[in-house]
Structure formats: C-alpha cells, structure tokens
C-alpha cells in the first residue's frame, strides 16, 4: 500500500514556473511507476507526465513536453514536477499517481493503468 501527499500547487501568472512535490510512504517507493495527472474545471484527469523506477525514463503529454520535467528522488520517497512557462490553460487540480507496473509509454496515459492516487494539489495560471 502506497499513501501519496501532494503540495506546491498554488496561484502564478501565466509565463511563471511551479514545482509540485508528491510524498510517498512505503519503503518500495523505488519500485514504483509515478506518474502526474491533471484536472481542468469541467473536463476528465489527463495525463501529464510519468517516470519509471528503474531508469528514471521519463514520458510526457504533448500538451507539457518541453516545459514540465518529471523527476523522483528515492533516498527522499518524493517525485516532483516542475512546471515551467506556464500557460492559463495548465490551470487544474493536479494528481501524483503511483503504480506496480513495469513502465510502458503506451500504456501510462491511461487512468487504469495506475494503482494509488494522491488527493491533488490545486494550480492555478493568471493571464
């Protein structure tokens, strides 16, 4: 069983960078997929961005590739994701995800394929 806190969600412009923070417990944090998912008013939780345990490869949704990087820190059972040149549209409710299974890009933007779900941090974009 894997417990996921989320934080560093808050209000910026729009061009301004956030990095979200996502807390594991369990002593196998090393030996899961983690991954973050966002939630725009209004809309289904989307995929954003996934790193695997073993490499530490990483997969992005187009929609944050080149501006948000994923990384994990073991030793501190913590992923982070920074969030650079933010747009309005990157406003939501952002969930870290953790899971079993052996990373696989095609398969990481789905919702099923993750096991555990924080309770999300709110991100907020001004224009």
């Known amino acids: 069983q894997v417990q996921l806190v989320e934080s560093g969600g808050g209000l910026v412009q729009a061009g301004d960078s956030l990095r979200l923070s996502c807390a594991a417990s369990?002593?196998?944090?090393?030996?899961?997929?983690m991954g973050w998912f966002r939630q725009a008013p209004g809309k289904e939780r989307a995929f954003a961005a996934a790193?695997?345990?073993?490499?530490?490869?990483?997969y992005y949704a187009d929609s944050v590739k080149g501006r948000f990087t994923i990384s994990r820190d073991n030793a501190e059972n913590t992923v982070y994701l920074q969030m650079n040149s933010l747009k309005p549209e990157d406003k939501g409710v952002y969930y870290c995800?953790?899971?079993?299974?052996?990373?696989?890009?095609?398969?990481?933007?789905?919702?099923?394929?993750?096991?555990?779900w924080g309770q999300g941090t709110q991100v907020t974009v001004s224009s």
């Open positions: 369990g002593r196998t944090f090393r030996r899961y997929t």
């Open positions: 995800a953790a899971t079993v299974h052996s990373f696989a890009s095609d398969h990481v933007q789905y919702y099923h394929y993750w096991d555990y």
């Open positions: 790193i695997s345990w073993h490499d530490d490869s990483t």
